[in-house]
């Protein structure tokens, strides 16, 4: 059972550098989230997308691109990262179609810009 | 605009009752939600309530009172392995989740 698969799980990057987190899930959920998790502050939304094809902006969208080629996979692209997004980033999906909306979240992945 | 808030960080013992509390203040509700997350690891999903009133399940229960804009987690028997963040969200107008920054246990022998 491996529901949801993010990659990598660590990274430290260089300022400037682009970066492309993976995320894969095998659920067939129709929505998929990526968060943004700093110390002292609750998960913060970055995008969405409630269906393959479709993609929308969060509370921090800015800085990160998203895109919804298939039902599987969801990456999230830093064109040119900055320290400030030194954080942890956490996929997640759900299935919209379940009343409890319950998000299933990936391991993480934790980045540093230097 | 909407506004979580939980306790930092709470201590308790072993074996005891734990309550943590969640105050929300939003335009829209469409639910509550109780997450666990572990040092170092994903969130993972405990309870939902989205009608005033206590559900349980196990060990743990959730409440919810939307007139007073409140809900509380309660664990009972705490075990060590309990040790962890305990994160509210809210579900908005928009079906979209907000986050409080978690409230961390620390079980005690």
């Known amino acids: 059972i491996a529901g949801i698969t993010q990659a990598p799980t660590s990274q430290i990057l260089a300022a400037g550098r682009r970066m492309t987190l993976r995320c894969t899930q095998d659920?067939?959920?129709?929505?998929m989230y990526w968060y943004r998790q700093d110390l002292g502050l609750g998960l913060r939304l970055i995008h969405y997308?409630?269906?393959?094809?479709?993609?929308g902006k969060g509370e921090v969208p800015d800085g990160y691109s998203v895109s919804r080629a298939n039902t599987d996979d969801f990456p999230l692209t830093l064109a040119s990262a900055v320290p400030s997004q030194t954080s942890v980033y956490f996929c997640?999906?759900?299935?919209?179609?379940?009343?409890?909306?319950?998000?299933?979240f990936g391991e993480g992945s934790r980045l540093t810009v230097l | 605009g909407q506004n979580i808030d939980q306790p930092t960080e709470m201590t308790a013992t072993e074996g005891a009752i734990v309550q943590i509390n969640c105050t929300y203040q939003?335009?829209?509700?469409?639910?509550l939600f109780w997450y666990q997350q572990h040092a170092g690891e994903a969130p993972t999903f405990l309870s939902y309530?989205?009608l005033d009133g206590l559900e349980e399940k196990g060990r743990f229960s959730s409440f919810l009172s939307r007139s007073k804009g409140y809900s509380y987690l309660l664990l009972k028997e705490l075990q060590m392995k309990d040790s962890a963040s305990y994160l509210c969200?809210?579900?908005?107008?928009?079906?979209?989740?907000?986050w409080g920054a978690g409230t961390k246990l620390i079980i005690k022998p």
């Open positions: 309530n989205v």
């Open positions: 939003t335009s829209g509700f469409n639910g």
């Open positions: 997640a999906s759900s299935d919209t179609g379940v009343d409890t909306g319950e998000l299933f």
């Open positions: 997308s409630n269906t393959a094809g479709t993609t």
């Open positions: 969200a809210l579900m908005d107008s928009n079906y979209q989740l907000i």
């Open positions: 659920m067939r959920h129709n929505a």
